[in-house]
């Protein structure tokens, strides 16, 4: 049913906070984090979208703009647990699949390219990870856990699953942290038998996780 979506990933966002800052943290959070106000107005206009309310949803897109520098497109669908850090500038553009956990930084455009009638799409999967700069579009798949680099380039390109990505044009250099030769990633289609599961994860970044925005004591160590 339209709106189920939103209103689940919303809910999960949630009791994700809930559980790593608790309700202090939570509110504090929302209420002066550019990144989590503009993912909570997305929640909201993202419903509307769903429940065939375009221009209210459409409204909601521009006071987004307006309030937080941010782009999020209604139609572009985006799982739980999603992170805008530094979103000034950031883009994600209609027809565009984001998985769980996704982490995107500042100056970052990710979208598909293309006339509705060529059925355009962009699927970043769980866990990826898009830093300052970074420019995604074009018909493509970008695998679990990958890291696309600082003001790297990628156009109607897949990368495969728990890749490092750098450059203009982007080329893969790492898998898992271990370096490879970019040429054998050239061309590369999305296979899903190369996603073999979770990561282990990063004490340091799930305890980072826990601390509030707000929380001045970890500054200045």
Request: hydrophobic fraction near 35%; proline fraction near 5%; aromatic fraction near 10%.
């Amino acid at each position: 049913m339209a709106g189920e979506e939103t209103t689940s990933n919303f809910t999960t966002d949630l009791r994700i906070a809930l559980k790593r800052k608790g309700m202090g943290g939570l509110v504090r959070d929302i209420l002066l984090h550019p990144g989590n106000q503009a993912i909570a107005l997305y929640r909201i206009y993202r419903m509307l979208y769903l429940k065939g309310h375009v221009y209210l949803a459409f409204l909601g897109y521009r006071l987004n703009y307006f309030l937080c520098g941010v782009e999020m497109h209604p139609d572009a669908e985006i799982g739980p647990d999603f992170h805008l850090d530094h979103p000034v500038a950031t883009l994600i553009g209609r027809r565009t699949r984001i998985g769980k956990g996704v982490r995107i930084y500042s100056h970052v455009a990710v979208g598909a390219i293309g006339l509705p009638e060529d059925n355009p799409f962009m699927d970043v999967r769980d866990y990826v990870q898009i830093y300052h700069g970074a420019m995604v579009g074009g018909n493509c798949i970008i695998g679990e856990y990958a890291q696309i680099g600082l003001n790297a380039v990628i156009l109607d390109q897949d990368v495969p699953p728990y890749a490092i990505v750098v450059g203009n044009p982007a080329q893969v250099v790492k898998i898992k942290d271990k370096k490879v030769n970019p040429k054998d990633y050239k061309g590369y289609k999305y296979d899903p038998a190369d996603y073999t599961g979770p990561i282990e994860a990063d004490e340091n970044v799930e305890a980072s996780k826990k601390i509030s925005w707000t929380d001045s004591t970890g500054y200045g160590k």
